[in-house]
């Protein structure tokens, strides 16, 4: 069964600073890994989605890097913003049609 | 071009009573996904629908069940219902054909409180 880990469960940076969020996976057979927003009470906007064959993908001031050998991936958020506070999630498609999720990183960019 | 649209955006409902739940996928999508999402979790899989066909089920138990008609929309169906049922509920749609390596567009969800 997969298991979708995010460490930490929340972060508080100040505004300018860079983020690093941190996804971690049991199973490395994985199709792809998608990284996705939350606002509160909102629905998933997808962010970046990357093929298991890629070792990273970028748009605009976000980086996801995954290394699926180890079961990771890492998003970057260059220069933050009070405007990227929100919840962050990743999750990954293995063998089936399923997303496995992780329970996510709570992100506060203090302006 | 319209995106995952569902309704109602809320709801609130008594023990044992049942609700439906209703979500268009995103135009040129087939395929159609619910998920669970439980205060401070990440949504939990529970149902697919590919061809007006159930084509994967999480681990819900029968209260749950659903439906997809021919113009590809979906109804998620919830019977008997129990106070930890209370969540967000998120559809998601992709195209059928290709959905392994496409991207899931997920709708805004139906909070959907029990008392």
């Known amino acids: 069964k997969q298991e979708v880990t995010q460490i930490p469960a929340a972060l508080s940076v100040p505004e300018g600073e860079n983020l690093v969020l941190n996804c971690s996976f049991t199973?490395?057979?994985?199709?792809?890994l998608q990284w996705f927003r939350q606002d509160p009470g909102k629905g998933l906007t997808s962010l970046l989605l990357?093929?298991?064959?890629?070792r990273e993908q970028t748009s605009g001031r976000l980086n996801a890097s995954l290394d699926k050998s180890s079961g990771r991936s890492t998003l970057y958020i260059a220069a933050s913003q009070p405007g990227d506070s929100a919840t962050y999630l990743c999750?990954?498609?293995?063998?089936?049609?399923?997303?496995?999720f992780g329970a996510g990183t709570t992100v506060t960019v203090r302006a | 071009d319209a995106g995952v649209t569902q309704s109602p955006t809320h709801l609130i409902k008594t023990r044992g009573q049942q609700v439906t739940l209703r979500c268009s996928p995103k135009s040129g999508h087939d395929t159609v996904s619910w998920y669970q999402q439980a205060l401070g979790q990440g949504p939990q899989f529970i149902f697919q629908?590919?061809?007006?066909?159930?084509?994967q089920r999480g681990n819900f138990p029968d209260r749950f069940s659903g439906h997809q008609f021919p113009n590809y929309s979906s109804e998620l169906n919830v019977n008997a219902l129990l106070l930890g049922d209370s969540a967000l509920y998120l559809c998601a749609s992709s195209r059928g054909t290709a959905s392994f390596n496409q991207p899931q567009h997920f709708g805004d969800g139906t909070r959907l409180s029990i008392l």
């Open positions: 999750a990954v498609r293995g063998g089936d049609y399923k997303l496995s």
């Open positions: 990357i093929q298991s064959s890629q």
């Open positions: 629908y590919y061809e007006e066909e159930e084509r």
């Open positions: 199973d490395s057979a994985i199709y792809n």
